[in-house]
């Protein structure tokens, strides 16, 4: 599987975004997907993840629910990440993961399979 991320930019505080990650090499609508993000100095985390149709979604950070949602769509194999109210504290690398092994997402990078390129988000204040 390759995975595309892109989406990202400089925006304010407030702002929104939407990231997208393409996905080809593989039947995209058998497998979970997540979005993951690092910011400088700290670890990779999890923001939020979606099961193989898009039926159920998990949002891992409790800063972000409410303002970010994550969703799918199996016929043009892209999964998003749509941002509301951008903070600074969202300032990151945000990367699309891929586990090819189960149909629901798990929190633990090291599950994932697959990854894309990364796409910077940067919130301004």
């Known amino acids: 599987v390759q995975l595309q991320a892109s989406g990202g930019g400089l925006v304010q505080a407030g702002a929104s975004l939407r990231l997208s990650c393409l996905a080809s090499g593989r039947t995209f609508g058998s497998f979970a997907m997540a979005w993951f993000r690092q910011a400088p100095g700290k670890e990779r985390e999890i923001v939020a993840g979606?099961?193989?149709?898009?039926?159920?979604?998990?949002y891992y950070k409790d800063s972000v629910k409410g303002r970010f949602t994550i969703s799918r769509d199996n016929a043009k194999n892209a999964v998003y990440l749509r941002m509301n109210s951008l903070k600074p504290e969202d300032t990151a690398v945000y990367y699309c993961?891929?586990?090819?092994?189960?149909?629901?997402?798990?929190?633990?990078?090291?599950?994932?399979?697959?990854w894309g390129q990364g796409t910077q988000v940067t919130v301004s204040s």
């Open positions: 979606i099961n193989w149709n898009g039926g159920s979604t998990y």
């Open positions: 993961a891929a586990d090819v092994h189960v149909t629901v997402p798990t929190a633990f990078s090291r599950n994932y399979d697959y």
